[in-house]
Nanobody, 131 residues
Framework: RSSCQASGGGTVQAGGSLTLSCAAS????????MSWFRQAPGKAREGVSC????????YYSDSVKGRFTVSRDNVKNTVSLQIDNLKPEDTAVYYC????????????????????????WGRGTQVTVSS
């Protein structure tokens, strides 16, 4: 079963940094748009960032722009999210997935072609930011 597993979360103080990693399992992400999402307790899922298949084009939601940097390594079949200047409002479970465009307002649009229209997801990683 193919999936994307996020890792690298933890508890950090405000202003700190983390690097999250997303490992694709059971498929190659080489030709896919890859995306990051987060979901805080009691809140809807929010699109955070996406990156084109070759890594040349990236998008970020306004809430993270300038602090988050997405990158990918198609040889290692991974995607990374560098998070700097963490804020308490960044506290959430972070997920990666395939085939979503992320918009500036945190929305997202599925652009893949699987019949379920959902892309590939997996286990998220918890990021907790203390003030």
């Amino acid at each position: 079963r193919s999936s994307c597993q996020a890792s690298g979360g933890g508890t950090v103080q405000a202003g700190g940094s983390l690097t999250l990693s997303c490992a694709a399992s059971g498929f190659s992400l080489e030709n896919l748009v890859m995306s990051w999402f987060r979901q805080a307790p009691g809140k809807a899922r929010e699109g955070v960032s996406c990156i084109s298949s070759n890594g040349n084009v990236t998008y970020y939601s306004d809430s993270v722009k300038g602090r988050f940097t997405v990158s990918r390594d198609n040889v290692k079949n991974t995607v990374s999210l560098q998070i700097d200047n963490l804020k308490p409002e960044d506290t959430a479970v972070y997920y990666c997935a395939t085939d979503y465009l992320v918009t500036e307002d945190g929305g997202y649009l599925y652009i893949g072609d699987d019949h379920a229209g959902k892309g590939r997801w997996g286990r998220g990683t918890q990021v907790t930011v203390s003030s």
